[in-house]
């Protein structure tokens, strides 16, 4: 018996969400008194027994070259193996782009019953009961699984990253289907904090009147080492890149800081933002939704209050 965690590598190194997602195992492991075994699929830059540190008893190491793109079939099948030999009862994932697409193809392959978008540890681990967000986040709900196997998915940066003491072992994995899908090139937007990644995220709305003042919003992500984002329609209108857009139908981000200037705070924008652990909203009007939903609000003019809260940060790093 195990607990097996998809230890996501990005380019050859351990994403944050990484370490969160095997210390998130580990603690379930504890709680059925099993081992947790971390999945590592691709080749790495790094040592994987570093995983220990956050609670890996062994580490299974799939490194065939037709494993170093990404394949959500092929990684769930190398998963899968993994879970097999290990009579594992739960895989744990982060619910990263790769994590998601991984999760449906792992339960059909293992049969086993998936939960995501998990937002705490779980209530009781047999049967499987735990708290997830629902409702494009608004609530939450509480699932019990029919199935003794699962599949957890939970949301990047809402468990936290947890240390353990011990040292884990390193075994080859092998047994995995092949990568039906070959990446051909890659572009990358370049010179900015990856937005999934971002533990501070500077984001502006139609409100900002235009893309020539973006440079307020691209001047405070970077003086606080922060990704930059969007609303829906500023990137439909390209003021900015689609890779930008957040909500319901762009990407869902989970920051410690999310702070939105110019957006009115829509239901669908906030589909995508309500996880961030502390919202600042900055809006001309008192009446805007987003305040209902921030922590910390500015009812004033962006191109006031943002010129001065860039100062104030600032003075504030000069010490
Ligand atoms: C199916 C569907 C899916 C959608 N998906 C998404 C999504 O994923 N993401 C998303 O963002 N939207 C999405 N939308 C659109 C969403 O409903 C809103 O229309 C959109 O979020 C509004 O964008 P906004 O707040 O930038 O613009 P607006 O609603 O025009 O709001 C602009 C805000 O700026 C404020 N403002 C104006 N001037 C200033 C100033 N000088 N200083 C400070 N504040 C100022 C205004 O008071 C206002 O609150 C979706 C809609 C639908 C129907």
């Known amino acids: 018996m195990s607990v097996v965690v998809f230890a996501e590598q990005w380019e050859g190194k351990f994403k944050k969400t990484t370490f969160e997602a095997v210390s998130y195992g580990r603690r379930v492991a504890d709680m059925l008194g099993v081992p947790t075994v971390a999945v590592v699929i691709g080749s790495l830059d790094e040592d994987a027994a570093q995983l220990a540190t956050y609670g890996a008893n062994k580490v299974v190491h799939f490194n065939a070259s037709s494993l170093n793109s ?13 879970a097999v030999s290990e009579e594992a009862q739960t895989v744990i994932l982060s619910g990263t782009s790769n994590g998601k697409s991984v999760v449906p193809s792992l339960a059909i392959q293992w049969g086993a019953a998936p939960i995501t978008n998990v937002a705490a540890l779980p209530d009781s681990v047999d049967p499987m009961t735990v708290k997830r967000g629902a409702f494009s986040s608004k609530g939450f ?15 990047p940066n809402a468990i936290g990253v947890a240390e353990f003491p011990g040292e884990a072992i390193v075994e080859e994995g092998s047994g995995a289907a092949e990568a039906r899908v070959q990446v051909k090139g890659v572009d990358r937007a370049t010179g900015s904090v990856p937005l999934p990644e971002a533990e501070l995220v500077v984001s502006g709305g139609r409100g900002l009147k235009g893309p020539e003042n973006w440079g307020m919003i691209e001047e405070l992500a970077e003086l606080l080492g ?30 410690n800081l999310y702070i939105a200037v110019g957006i009115s705070g829509a239901i669908q924008h906030l589909a995508g933002v309500s996880n961030s652990k502390v919202i600042v909203v900055i809006n001309s009007d008192a009446e805007a939704p987003f305040f209902k939903a921030a922590d910390y609000g500015v009812v004033g003019d962006a191109f006031s209050v943002l010129p001065q809260l860039t100062e104030a940060v600032k003075r504030f790093k000069q010490g």
């Open 70 to 82: 990404f394949d959500s079939s092929a990684f769930a099948s190398a998963l899968k193996e993994v």
């Open 141 to 155: 709900v509480t699932y019990t699984a029919h199935e003794q196997k699962t599949v957890l998915s939970f949301i």
């Open 226 to 255: 922060a990704g930059t984002a969007c609303s829906k329609p500023v990137s439909d209108m390209h003021w900015r890149p689609h890779s930008e857009h957040v909500g319901q139908t762009g990407i869902a981000i989970n920051p």
